[in-house]
């Protein structure tokens, strides 16, 4: 039994010695003298690979036991089904007056969370208005505070005036919401600006939670037009609890949708450029 301040510890009953944790990781802080032996001062940056390829189950790290981790053996969805789910999302602009449970939410969070990120910093921030009532209220400031800059002609010249400026004339005209076309739940993902690629960890986590709410039969759609919003009020990033220090990656609303789709769109082949 050999243990560090990783916690690496490996089941000495069911190791078959295959060398598998060794092989398999990328830091190479595992090494074979008969049983697995870790370098605590390798570099270990806690991917749980060892854990997850043991075929036995022998190997725990960070506290975690394997018999906890779902099995994968005929777990994931078929290509046929994943193309679909992928080919089928829609950006959904119409959402039906409800909420989504809130344990629902944390699931789906969960899920996203283990989207991967670089070097696994693990820092991505999911900032989630959970309650229809909050949403509304934040939709309102918006609306009346976006509509006091137009008034003021405080509005910026080009694309994003021109787009905020829709956005107010919309909701005072016909109460058309296009910031967040009526969503009752909004997503924001961030990240320290220290870790190594807090942008693209941002997006992915974004990416990875949209599927999986579409999976759930649940609505999405990317949020520029908030994100337009955001940045004409330097404040509101602060007091939704986002971190100074962190990198705003995008915001998604999200919910159940009042719209469905029957079948895919039709799009040109993938641009593709083959090096040869
Ligand atoms: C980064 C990004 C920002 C977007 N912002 C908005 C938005 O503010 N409002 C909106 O209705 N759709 C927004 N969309 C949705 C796109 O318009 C949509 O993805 C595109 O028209 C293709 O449709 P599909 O998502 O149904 O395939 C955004 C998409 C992306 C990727």
């Known amino acids: 039994m050999e243990k560090s301040m ?3 510890q490996v089941d000495e009953k069911r190791c078959i010695e ?6 398999e990781c990328p830091a190479g802080v595992i090494t074979m003298d008969t049983t697995p032996q870790f370098n605590e001062d390798g570099g270990c ?5 060892c854990l997850a390829v043991c075929p036995t189950g022998a190997v725990s790290i960070l506290g975690r036991n394997p018999d906890e981790s779902q099995a994968l053996a005929g777990a994931f969805p078929s290509p046929d089904q994943m193309t679909a789910l992928i080919k089928g999302r829609r950006s959904v602009r119409r ?3 409800e909420e989504v449970a809130a344990d629902l939410i944390d699931e789906l969070l969960d899920c996203a969370g283990h989207a991967p ?15 229809r009532a909050v949403m509304n209220a934040l939709r309102q400031e918006i609306m009346e505070r976006l509509g006091r800059l137009k008034e003021s002609g405080g509005l910026p010249e080009g694309f994003v005036g021109q787009y905020m400026g829709g956005a ?15 969503a009752p ?15 693209q960890d941002t997006l992915i986590a974004l990416t990875t939670f949209q599927l999986i709410a579409h999976a759930r039969g649940l609505g999405t ?15 509101l990033a602060g007091r939704l609890g986002i971190p100074e220090q962190h990198l705003l990656g995008y915001a998604m609303v999200f919910g159940w949708p009042a719209v469905e789709y029957h079948r895919t769109v039709q799009r040109g082949p993938a641009q593709v450029n083959v090096v040869s």
Request: overall charge negative.
């Open 168 to 182: 107010v004339k919309g909701w005072l005209e016909e109460g058309r919401d296009i910031i967040f076309r009526g």
């Open 6 to 8: 990783f916690n690496f």
């Open 95 to 97: 959402y039906r007056d």
């Open 18 to 23: 295959c060398g598998e944790c060794a092989l």
């Open 221 to 235: 759609v990317w949020d520029g037009m908030f994100m337009m919003a955001l940045s004409l009020c330097p404040d």
């Open 45 to 49: 940056f806690r991917c749980q690979h």
């Open 185 to 199: 739940h909004l997503l924001i993902s961030s990240a320290p600006k220290a870790a190594p690629c807090p942008a």
């Open 117 to 131: 990120t670089g070097v696994n910093a693990q820092g991505v921030l999911f900032t989630v208005v959970k309650e």
